[in-house]
């Protein structure tokens, strides 16, 4: 698996690259560079290409303009205390991504292949890795359907691509506590339907929840299963857990929510701590009248972009609750994220190989 490398001949200057790596607002600044790879239903994966950072010129009649035959992955580069630069499951990533093609007809990117193409861009864009507390390069694989042909069938033509960003914090203010917005008028995903696939088509189709969770002065929504309208599913973009007064754990089972690597973490290092974890539907009248009577006492939304973030407060249509571990982080959301982070940032062993070194 040969990489054409053509490095930047334009790079950003050092001074204004780090200028713009020490305040990054999620997801707004790039790096110099990018990964390409092209497929076709004939001659398969061709020379994957690493050059520098531009605009695709595609043809409008593309697949992927039109029927949003999209897939990507989301994951982050860290540098960690002795200096190195690691990736956090990448073959996690890897696995899902082929999961997310299937279920949208597209073609099956080989594991090593995916994960060489985030260490090529690593390795290139070094640089661009914020030193502040939190900071990290944010990665971002996709495919696209690029063949030009407005008939609807699976698209015979693509390109995969990595990107990259630096990032700080998701939420600005840290770990303090968010504020949710249950969404009745809205649902994100259904039974046979794409919940499972990290599409882009599923975050179009939650934009108009979020804006609604945005007028109520919430930072992220909780979707509902589309079926009842009962049970919790997720939010826009994280998993989402709840803390028993006893210290056990429940999270929505799999199925129709996005199979978090950061979710299978927690539960895994929460298990390895001794706490009880159980994945298994949860209404959102129970979880309401769990957090009123004191049952369930803190509750945290988790995902690579933002980390472990602990829900405060929960609004929706004509009420809402607090948890009782109010603002801030409740103790087992702060234990659960701090080893999370521990292992991550290389402040203790890993024992799990999760830590893949770039
Ligand atoms: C990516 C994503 C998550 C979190 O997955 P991680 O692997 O933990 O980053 C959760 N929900 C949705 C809808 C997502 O797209």
Request: net charge negative; aromatic share 10%; charged share 20%.
């Amino acid at each position: 698996m040969q990489f054409d490398v053509k490095p930047s001949t334009n790079p950003v200057p050092e001074a204004e690259r780090t200028a713009l790596i020490a305040q990054p607002s999620f997801g707004s600044v790039f790096t110099d560079h990018m990964v390409m790879i092209r497929h076709t239903a004939e001659g398969g994966w061709q020379t994957p290409l690493l050059t520098a950072r531009a605009p695709i010129p595609m043809d409008p009649a593309s697949s992927v303009l039109h029927y949003a035959q999209e897939i990507f992955e989301g994951m982050k580069a860290y540098r960690i205390a002795d200096g190195s630069t690691v990736l956090f499951r990448p073959e996690a990533n890897a696995a899902r991504f082929r999961q997310s093609a299937a279920r949208m007809a597209m073609p099956d990117l080989p594991p090593e292949l995916f994960v060489r193409g985030v260490e090529e861009l690593v390795r290139q864009d070094r640089a661009w890795i914020p030193t502040m507390p939190g900071g990290s390069l944010y990665l971002r694989p996709f495919m696209i359907a690029t063949e030009a042909f407005l008939g609807v069938r699976p698209a015979r033509e693509h390109l995969f691509m990595v990107i990259a960003s630096p990032v700080g914090a998701y939420f600005s203010g840290k770990t303090e506590a968010v504020t949710l917005w249950v969404s009745q008028t809205y649902t994100r995903a259904a039974r046979g339907g794409t919940g499972a696939a990290k599409c882009g088509g599923n975050y179009a189709a939650g934009l108009l929840a979020q804006a609604e969770a945005t007028r109520n002065e919430c930072q992220q929504v909780v979707f509902l299963d589309a079926a009842e309208g009962r049970w919790i599913e997720e939010l826009g973009g994280m998993n989402v857990f709840f803390v028993r007064r006893d210290g056990s754990l429940i999270t929505p089972p799999l199925g129709t929510i996005l199979p978090g690597i950061t979710r299978d973490s927690i539960m895994t290092l929460a298990r390895d701590m001794g706490m009880s974890v159980t994945e298994q539907p949860y209404a959102f009248e129970q979880w309401r009248a769990d957090a009123e009577g004191g049952e369930v006492v803190e509750a945290f939304a988790c995902g690579t972009a933002a980390t472990v973030a602990p829900i405060g407060r929960v609004k929706f249509e004509g009420g809402s609750f607090e948890m009782q571990s109010g603002a801030t982080a409740g103790l087992v959301t702060e234990t659960l994220r701090r080893a999370l982070f521990d292992i991550q940032f290389g402040r203790v062993a890993d024992q799990r190989g999760w830590v893949h070194r770039v």
